[in-house]
């Protein structure tokens, strides 16, 4: 209860802070410069005008010729739009901590312009129809694109292959927030070896955390979170998912990568391997 309070709390101040800015969207057909802005460039920054004709960029340069439409862009920063692949805001089940709105306002906020969301709310998306119903309240309540995941259950196979328009399968192979689990082997296989969408996992294996668990179950303080979710847990489910993805060229994404030992696993791959990962 406490924490929802805070929650709230942090979200109102939030939203009392974002300062709304006034800007007519820019047309796809048509030329627009936009003259005097702070450019992001592979070299640096620049101060330079940006012509736009028909929604692509057609040139860049000092004292551009006007277009159609100018824009003033002084004192601002143009910079390409940053694309966020993991976000979990909590709508639905709990949009008083963050829901797609107030999410997809921050993203904006940082310069982020297209996020892609987890699948683990309350209820989890995990079939077409809580899909269809997560999209048409981001149609309703999201300020930038986006784009979500469908979760993996141990049954679910039919519905992770037939959803239309997600970006991926996301497994969690070890608990986390939510009830979403997919730990065994068995079931593992399956889902690699059907269909071609990509999949991305977190990456823990869930026999070994229950063991450390178990373990260090009278241990109540904070530090024994590392011990339990520790970097053979990570190895293990790790090597798991890119053998399945070896095995049946299966596009693998591997989320929140956090160790060296991974890291070194990951570079030990042949050429021409489907897998990447974050950290």
């Known amino acids: 209860h406490d924490l929802d309070l805070l929650c709230q709390g ?18 796809s057909t048509g030329t627009v410069t936009l003259r005097n802005a702070r450019v992001v460039l592979p070299g640096g920054i620049q101060q330079v005008d940006v012509s736009v004709k028909e929604g692509i960029i057609s040139s860049i340069g000092r ?10 862009a002084d004192g601002l920063v143009l910079m390409p739009g940053i ?7 909590r709508d639905p089940g709990a949009p008083q901590k963050e829901d797609l709105h107030s999410g997809s306002c921050a993203a904006a906020a940082g310069g982020v312009t297209s996020f892609l969301d987890m699948p683990n709310n309350s209820p989890p998306v995990i079939d077409r129809i809580r899909l269809a119903v997560k999209k048409e309240d981001a149609a309703k309540k999201c300020v930038v694109n986006y784009g979500f995941f469908i979760g993996a259950t141990p049954d679910n196979l039919e519905e992770l292959n037939s959803a239309e328009n997600v970006c991926g399968i996301k497994i969690f192979m070890g608990s986390s927030t939510g009830n979403l689990l997919v730990s065994e082997d068995s079931d593992l296989e399956r889902i690699f070896s059907t269909g071609t969408r990509l999949i991305a996992v977190h990456a823990e294996d869930e026999s070994l955390l229950q063991e450390n668990s178990e373990m260090l179950s009278t241990v109540r303080e904070v530090e024994a979170h590392p011990r339990i979710r520790d970097e053979a847990v990570a190895l293990r489910a790790s090597e798991k998912a890119v053998a399945l993805s070896l095995k049946y060229q299966r596009r693998l994404h591997i989320l929140h990568l956090t160790t060296e030992e991974e890291v070194r696993m990951l570079q030990r791959l042949p050429r021409g391997h489907k897998i990447s990962t974050e950290v």
């Not at 942090?10 to 939203?15: A, G, I, Q, V």
């Not at 004292?63 to 003033?72: A, K, N, R, T, Y």
């Not at 694309?83 to 805001?89: A, S, T």
């Open 63 to 72: 004292d551009l010729p006007g277009q159609s439409e100018v824009i003033d």
């Open 83 to 89: 694309i966020d692949p993991q976000v979990h805001f």
């Open 10 to 27: 942090c979200r109102k101040t939030f939203e009392s802070r974002l300062r709304p800015i006034q800007m007519s969207p820019m047309p």
